[in-house]
C-alpha cells in the first residue's frame, strides 16, 4: 500500500498525544510536512512503515512523534528501554537524541545517545538508571549488548534511520545481531532516502507487511516557464545569518521573501536581520489578523524590504511579484520550494530564488531538482572581495548615473577650486573613497564564511571517514579534531578558529567546517596539520575552560 501525501492537517488532527503537539507548537512547526502527515497516522495505527525520506523533510518528528506517543499512552513505573532508534553515525545519534527529547520534554521521557567515543561509563550509568529511547550507531550498541548492559527484550518500536547509509557503512552484520535481540512482536520503522534493492531486501527481513510512505514522485504542475534564476548555497548552519546578509548585499533586491520552516525561526532570524540593518519583518501563523495587515501593507508600500515568512503564512498571500525568495532552508517538500519560488520571476519578469542548504540537505535539494525538473546552480557564497567589487560596480552605476543626471553648480564650483592644487582624477578617486566609506560604515559585521562541501551532483553515499573532504582553500587531506566543549559551554565558531590560527598557527582559511554540537564540537584541519593543532590546543582555555582536542575517530 502507497500513502499519497497532500494532507496540511495540523498536528492535532494527526491524534497525537496534546503535550506532542504542544511541543511541536512551542518549536513553531506550523504544521506537519508532508512525510509528517503520511507516516504519523499510520505509525499511530501500530503499523510498520517504509518511509523514503532524505534529511531535511522533517523525518525525525515522523517517527519521533509516534514513538513518544506510545511512551505518554501508557506509562509504566519502571523504566525500560521501550523504543530503539539506530542511525549511522554519533552526529545523527546526538541530533536525533535531542530531538526526541525536546518533543518529550513535558512527558519527562528519557532518551540516552549512544555512540563510539563517549565514555562507556557515562552511558552504562544512564543505563542503569533506565531510558525509554536508546539512539545508537549499531557498533556501540552491539558492544553494549554483547557485555550484557544493554537489554533490548522489552523494546516495543524499532526505527532504522537513514538505513541505506547504514549498510553503505558496512552495518549490516551488526543489525543483523541487533535485530536478533529484540523481541519479534514489535512495530518497526525504517526511513532511507533511496529504496535500492538493499533497502528492500532489509524490509522484508526486518518489516511486517509495512506502508509504503514517499515523497510523491510527481512534479507539481508547471506554470509559464519563468525566467527565475535558481541557485543554491551550502553552509553550514553557523554561518547561515551571514551567508543571507552576504546574499542580501550583493544582491540588493528590491523586495524579497526569506521563507524560514518554523515560526521561532521566522522571529529569531527578523530580529537578526533587524540588527544588522535590515529592514525585515516577521509574518507566521500567530499573528493577529491585524498584525498580519500591518505587516503586508508595510512590504506593499516598501517601507520594509524584506518578509521572513513561514509557509503556511506566505500562503494565499496576495503579493504579486518580488525581485527574491530567499529559503533560508531547503523546504521540506517539491511542492513547497515550487510554490516559494513561484512567487518571483511572476508575468515574465525576471526573479531570482536563491535556498542555504545545509551540507546534509544537499539530497532532498538534488531531489527538488530531479522531480520539479528544476535547474538550481550551486555556487559558493559570494566572498568579501566579491562584495568589495560588487559594492564598487554599485558606486560606479551611481557616479554614471549622477553623471548623466547633470552636475549641479555648486559641487562644480568646489571641484575647481580644489582642482587649482589638485590633479582632476585624484580628486575624483578621493570622492569616491569616501562615497565607498560612506557604504561600507553602514554595513554589518563582515565574517569570511567558510565554504562547504558541494556534493558531487550524482547522489552518492560517502561518509567523511571514507572520503576525505576536498575543501575550497587547498586540496588535500583533511582531518577532524574533537573539541570537548560545545554550544553549552557558551562556545562559537569564532572561538574555534582563534584558538587553531593563533595556537596552531594556521591560515583560518586552511579551517574547514566546523560544527557546534551541544558538547562538543568538531572542526576541520589539513590532515597534515592536525597532530600540531592538537599539541598546541593541549594548553589552551576557551571561555575559561580547557578544550580537550583528540582526533575525532568517526
Ligand atoms: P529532519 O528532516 O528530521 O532532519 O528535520 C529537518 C528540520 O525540519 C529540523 O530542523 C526540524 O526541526 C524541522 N522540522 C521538522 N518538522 C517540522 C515541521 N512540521 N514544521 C517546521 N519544521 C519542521
Known sequence: ???????????????????IVAAATALGYEEPTPIQAASIPVLLEGRDVLGQAATGTGKTAAFALPLLHRIAASREGERRVRAFVLVPTRELAMQVAEAVHKYGRELHASVLPIYGGQSMQQQLRALRR???????????ALDHLNRGTLDLSGVEYLV?????????MGFAEDLEALAAALPTERQTALFSATLSPRIKA?????LREPVNVQIAAEAPAAGKAARVREVAYVVQRPYKAAALARLLDMEDPTSAIVFCRTRTEVDELTETLGARGYQAEALHGGL?????DRVLRRFRENTSEILVATDVAAR???????SHVFNYDVPSSIDAYVHRVGRTGRA????????????REQRLLQNIERVAKRKIRMESIPTLTDLRERRLAMTRTAVEDALREGEPGKYRTLVEALATEHDLVEIAAAAIKLAEQGRADGEREEVEIPTARIAPAAPKHERDRKAPRARGGGDGDVAKIYIGLGRSAGIRPADLVGAIA????????AIGAIDIADRFSLVEVPAADANRIIAALRNTMVRGKPLRPRRDRM
Open 1 to 19: 500500500m502507497t500513502t499519497d501525501i497532500s494532507s496540511s492537517r495540523g498536528f492535532e488532527a494527526l491524534g497525537l498525544h496534546p503535550s
Open 288 to 292: 493577529s489578523q491585524e498584525q498580519r
Open 160 to 168: 532504522l534511520d537513514e538505513a541505506d547509509e547504514m549498510l553503505d
Open 130 to 140: 533506565g531510558v525509554d529511547v536508546v539512539v545508537a550507531t549499531p557498533g556501540r
Open 502 to 509: 593563533n595556537e596552531g598557527g594556521i591560515s583560518s582559511n
Open 348 to 359: 515574465g519578469r525576471e526573479g531570482a530564488a536563491l535556498t542555504l542548504a545545509e551540507p
Open 202 to 206: 532489509l524490509t522484508k527481513k526486518y
Open 316 to 322: 494565499g498571500l496576495d503579493i504579486e511579484h518580488v
